[in-house]
């Protein structure tokens, strides 16, 4: 089981950036494919972005691409989520997740089994 801890969530204008990261502990954390999500207020929760177990293949969601970038550090075990041109509809709650396999496969939230307790990314018009 892996224990995520997620940071740098906030109130930010339209057009501004943030960069979420999401500290790991625990030993398989480099075996584990990493991905983020979001939550808006009566909506399902979205995949966003996700990076598999070494960091040299990243998936990004057709809303956020081009503007957002999914990394991640093993030696730190911390994954990072760098938001650029924010918009107002890119107000949730962030989550972070570790996956089950070494790859993202379904971009679902079926296939993560551990979850971060979530940041608030508030975009203001």
């Known amino acids: 089981q892996v224990q995520l801890v997620e940071s740098g969530g906030g109130l930010v204008p339209a057009g501004g950036s943030l960069r979420l990261s999401c500290a790991a502990s625990?030993?398989?954390?480099?075996?584990?494919?990493m991905g983020w999500f979001r939550q808006a207020p009566g909506k399902e929760r979205q995949f966003v972005g996700g990076v598999n177990w070494s960091g040299d293949i990243t998936y990004l969601s057709d809303s956020v691409k081009g503007r957002f970038t999914i990394s991640r550090d093993n030696a730190k075990t911390t994954v990072y989520l760098q938001m650029n041109s924010l918009k107002p509809e890119d107000t949730a709650v962030y989550y972070c997740?570790?996956?089950?396999?070494?790859?993202?496969?379904?971009?679902?939230?079926?296939?993560?089994?551990?979850w971060g307790q979530g940041t608030q990314v508030t975009v203001s018009v």
């Open positions: 997740a570790a996956s089950i396999y070494i790859d993202i496969y379904y971009h679902t939230v079926s296939e993560f089994g551990s």
């Open positions: 625990g030993r398989t954390f480099s075996s584990k494919a």
